[in-house]
């Protein structure tokens, strides 16, 4: 089938690889995007991890917990570009939507799209402002998380929002390690709380590369099963919350951070949330 340089710049943009390896990735896998980036990395491409989020959108992320601290919400409200992203009237529409949600206990963005706004709907209301401000706007994502204390957190962008659920919050420095973990979260995007979170089909895809990088190293037949689990053992660290290295103090693991912190304390679940 005949491949588009569009095709190809948009494997490039995901992956950072050559043009001629996108290019010969692509014919190889058809047109398929996902098998394409898997045929890259078992030729050693350096391919980022974060490709999910590389969307072309601007717009704000907000954040809100709760008096008690047990329920946080995340928004993201997108539109067409940084200029409007930066504008108050539009910070605060996201804000006035994330206040309306939290109080209506809407639980996705479908409920919120139908809620009461004045006299009309939400989606009506952003179909009006759409009009307003000239560009498509929209609510790309709503999160909600409960435990026993939730910490929220912006990064300076404005356009990425972490809430972090931790348990057994006894101490004195909840809310300092909290952010310290939703910053950790930011920069380092895992993939999962810990290995047990981390989907079967990931495990399934990390498994194959890692036989198929050990066999392009000549390593025998009998041994890729033992090097591929080595590898994903790697992973799992590299790329599960509680197993990384906390960015502050390489010596500890996440887990081992917050323990030290109080006796117990862990991550019960996180959200991540980046536009653009």
Known sequence: MAITAQEVNKLRQMTGAGMMDCKKALTESEGDFEK??????KKGQKVSASRA???????????????????GTLLTLTCETDFVAKNEEFGAFA??????AVEK????VEEI??????????????????????????????????AE????????????????????????DV?????????????????ALDKDGVDSSVVEREIEVGKEQARAEGKPEEMLEKIALGKLNKFYKENTLLSQSFV?????????????????????????????
């Open 95 to 100: 804000n006035t939507l994330l206040d309306l």
């Open 36 to 41: 394409a980036v898997d045929i890259l990395r």
């Open 248 to 276: 502050k103090d390489n010596n500890k693991t996440i887990a081992q951070y917050l323990d030290s912190v109080s006796k117990g304390m862990t991550v019960s679940a996180f959200k991540r949330v980046s536009i653009g």
């Open 149 to 172: 204390t939730v910490v929220p957190y912006i990064h300076s962008n404005g356009k990425l929002g972490v809430l972090v659920g931790l348990t057994n919050t006894s101490g004195t």
């Open 175 to 191: 809310e300092e390690a909290g952010k310290d973990v939703a910053m950790q979260i930011a920069a380092m995007n895992p993939v």
């Open 105 to 108: 206990g809407a639980s996705s």
């Open 53 to 71: 989020d590389r969307e072309t959108k601007e717009g704000v992320a907000v954040t809100k917990v709760t008096e008690n601290g047990a329920k």
């Open 113 to 146: 799209l139908a809620l009461p706004y004045e006299n009309i709907t939400v989606a009506e209301k952003i179909t009006e402002m759409t009009g307003k401000i000239g560009e498509k706007l929209e609510i790309s994502h709503y999160e909600v998380i409960t």
